[in-house]
């Protein structure tokens, strides 16, 4: 049974930080390209941060040199990195793994940028 567990979401204030990790489990790890989406209300679910299994990195370009996404394949985790947070960032983060035809979504977690 394939699991993308995300937590680390929550209240910051604008110019904060907050990490996401999500963790996966039921998959080879390794060979899957993770991504970190978001979707605010009434908007559609949009890619924020991409790493492949090489380590290529790609960026929304809104979030370019806010975030970081990281990925360590010995503890099948990939991680978001987001600083100086904006209260346009305020969304549902989801992490998403995919390899050739097999793709697969966490549950989600809400992040909420405001003061």
């Known amino acids: 049974q394939v699991q993308l567990v995300e937590s680390g979401g929550g209240l910051a204030q604008p110019g904060g930080s907050l990490k996401l990790p999500c963790g996966a489990s039921g998959i080879t790890f390794i060979l899957y390209d993770m991504a970190w989406y978001r979707q605010a209300p009434g908007k559609e679910r949009v890619l924020v941060a991409r790493?492949?299994?090489?380590?290529?990195?790609s960026y929304l370009d809104s979030v370019k040199g806010r975030f970081t996404i990281s990925r360590d394949d010995a503890k099948n985790t990939v991680y978001l990195q987001m600083s100086s947070l904006k209260p346009e960032d305020t969304a549902v983060y989801y992490c998403?793994?995919?390899?050739?035809?097999?793709?697969?979504w966490g549950q989600g977690t809400q992040v909420t940028v405001s003061s």
């Open positions: 790493i492949t299994n090489g380590g290529t990195l």
């Open positions: 998403n793994a995919d390899w050739r035809r097999y793709g697969y």
